[in-house]
Nanobody, 121 residues
Framework: QVHLVESGGGLVQTGGSLRLSCEAS????????MAWYRQTPGASRELIAH???????FYADSVKGRFTISRDNAKNTVFLQMNSLKLEDTAVYYC???????????????WGQGTQVTVSS
């Protein structure tokens, strides 16, 4: 069993910052891609950033230059530093990871439970 647990969400004013964390635990052989998605009511879940094992990153245009994704491979943890937050960043943020639980098994997708980020004016 693999679990992803997020933390760090909350309420912040526009222009403020928050840092999200997501730790993977359980039966883990290797974590490949780690990513952050977000979702607002009535909308599809949106990929906003991902990072591969070697450190290469991707950002959606909507967060580029404001958000930074990073990971600590030794702690199976991914972070999302969010700066210059805007009202439109309000959403539930989900952690995602592609994980091999055994050397002989394929990668599987795992999701965290989600953490609410609310940006107020």
């Amino acid at each position: 069993q693999v679990h992803l647990v997020e933390s760090g969400g909350g309420l912040v004013q526009t222009g403020g910052s928050l840092r999200l964390s997501c730790e993977a635990s359980g039966s883990i052989f290797r974590i490949h891609v780690m990513a952050w998605y977000r979702q607002t009511p009535g909308a599809s879940r949106e990929l906003i950033a991902h990072i591969i094992t070697e450190g290469n990153t991707f950002y959606a245009d909507s967060v580029k230059g404001r958000f930074t994704i990073s990971r600590d491979n030794a702690k199976n943890t991914v972070f999302l530093q969010m700066n210059s937050l805007k009202l439109e960043d309000t959403a539930v943020y989900y952690c995602n990871a592609e994980i091999q639980d055994h050397i002989w098994n394929d990668r599987r997708d795992y999701w965290g439970q989600g953490t609410q980020v609310t940006v107020s004016s």
